[in-house]
Structure formats: structure tokens, C-alpha cells
């Protein structure tokens, strides 16, 4: 089955900082989602990207279909940053999506 | 009022019994999941469906059973429980065109099993 690899697991960075974060797929899929988790363990649905870039406010991503890679930035990092992001991809041959393990992102004040 | 609710928010239950999650949406999905997330890990599919008549198996099915009793009610059975079930578990939905293929999740139910 299709592979989800997330990077880095774990960033720890000053309040202000900027953050990239990657997720890299083995195999073509129909489409990449990033999630946020916040320490309350709620899930959020920030981006929804099968390929190209999207913004929105501080946070952007880049989907790298052909070259099976996605990044998500994160600009002027804020505390209520922290939390676990997520990549998931969904499978073209059944539909589910298939998650990385996530990087843990913790913003120090 | 929260679009995907899920009951109960928490619920610690014995070995050997059987408990129902349950899931309520008003986003007029007719795609909803259920997932579970073990401490440090990312979410893992149990059962999916995609309409009212349409139900999958997912990743991790084994030990679960699921109803969709309505397009807005999808409601995950441990027929038996073991500690190994302890997690906590998400539903979501998506919808099936345009941006509604987006995943929108209920707060989860964190389940203990002693």
C-alpha cells in the first residue's frame, strides 16, 4: 500500500518563527489534506491539495504531484501553533486515506 | 452548533463488553468514516461509507461492526471489547464533489478498556 512519510517528527521553535514541514507519498494519488491536532486532540482541515499552491492567512502548502512530495509553511509562528500536523493522501484505488505519522510542532513564547 | 457530533466524549468500559459510538452530522455528507488514533500515531481507517447502503471495511475492521442508520448517523459496535481497543476514535465526513471532498471531524470519543 501507499507509504506517508512525514518530516521532520518533532520542531521545536520561538514564538515568530517561520516552519516548513514535509510530506512525501510512494505512490500517485488522488488527493493530499493537511490536518492540524490540537493539544485537545480536535482535528481541523487546513488545506485540501492535489497538486499547486494554496494560502491561507499564515499558512500555505505546495503539492508536487509528479514528484510525490507536499510542504506545508508556516510563517510568524503563533503558540497556538503547537500541536501535530498531518498529512493524508487518498488511495486512487479504494478511496481511503492514508495518514503519516505526523510532526509535532511545539511554539515556546 | 458543532456540524459532526460524536457520543459519548469519553467512556471507560470492561473486557467483554459491547459499546456503541455514535456519530451525527448536519453537514449533508453522504460520506462518513470512522478512524481510531493510538498515542503517537496518525489516524487508522476502521470502516467507511459512502452512502446509506454502502458499507467498507477499512484498514483495521476486525472486533468492530458499523450501522449507518441515516445519511446523518453512523455508529461504530465493539461487540466485545479488549484493552487493545483503548484509543481514541474520530468520525468524520466528506462530501463528494469540489472542495466537499475535504474531511471534517467530530471531537472524538476516548475510549479505555481495563
Known amino acids: 500500500g501507499i507509504q506517508v512519510e512525514q518530516s521532520p517528527p518533532d520542531l521545536i521553535l520561538q514564538e515568530g518563527a517561520n516552519s516548513t514541514l514535509r510530506c512525501n507519498f510512494s505512490d500517485s494519488v488522488n488527493n493530499l489534506q493537511w490536518f492540524h491536532q490540537n493539544p485537545w486532540g480536535q482535528l481541523i482541515n487546513l488545506f485540501y491539495?492535489?497538486?499547486?499552491?494554496k494560502q491561507n492567512g499564515r499558512l500555505s502548502a505546495t503539492t508536487v504531484a509528479t514528484e510525490r512530495y507536499s510542504l506545508l509553511y508556516i510563517s510568524s509562528s503563533q503558540t497556538t501553533d503547537s500541536g501535530v500536523y498531518f498529512c493524508?493522501?487518498?488511495?486512487?484505488?479504494?478511496?481511503?486515506?492514508?495518514w503519516g505519522a505526523g510532526t509535532k510542532l511545539i511554539i515556546k513564547p | 452548533d458543532a456540524d459532526v457530533t460524536q457520543t459519548p466524549r469519553n467512556r471507560i468500559t470492561k473486557t467483554g463488553k459491547r459499546i456503541m459510538l455514535e456519530c451525527s452530522q448536519t453537514?449533508?455528507?453522504?460520506?462518513m468514516y470512522w478512524y481510531r488514533q493510538d498515542p503517537g500515531l496518525g489516524l487508522r481507517l476502521i470502516y467507511y461509507s459512502f452512502d446509506v447502503k454502502d458499507i467498507n471495511k477499512g484498514e483495521i475492521s476486525d472486533g468492530y461492526s458499523v450501522s449507518r442508520q441515516a445519511q446523518a448517523k453512523f455508529s461504530l459496535s465493539l461487540e466485545s471489547a479488549i484493552p487493545n481497543q483503548t484509543a481514541l476514535y474520530f468520525c468524520a465526513t466528506s462530501g463528494t464533489s469540489g472542495r466537499t471532498y475535504e474531511q471534517y471531524f467530530g471531537p472524538g470519543t476516548r475510549l479505555t478498556v481495563t
Open positions: 453537514k449533508g455528507h453522504d460520506r
Open positions: 493524508a493522501v487518498e488511495s486512487k484505488s479504494n478511496y481511503q486515506l492514508i
Open positions: 491539495i492535489p497538486s499547486g499552491t
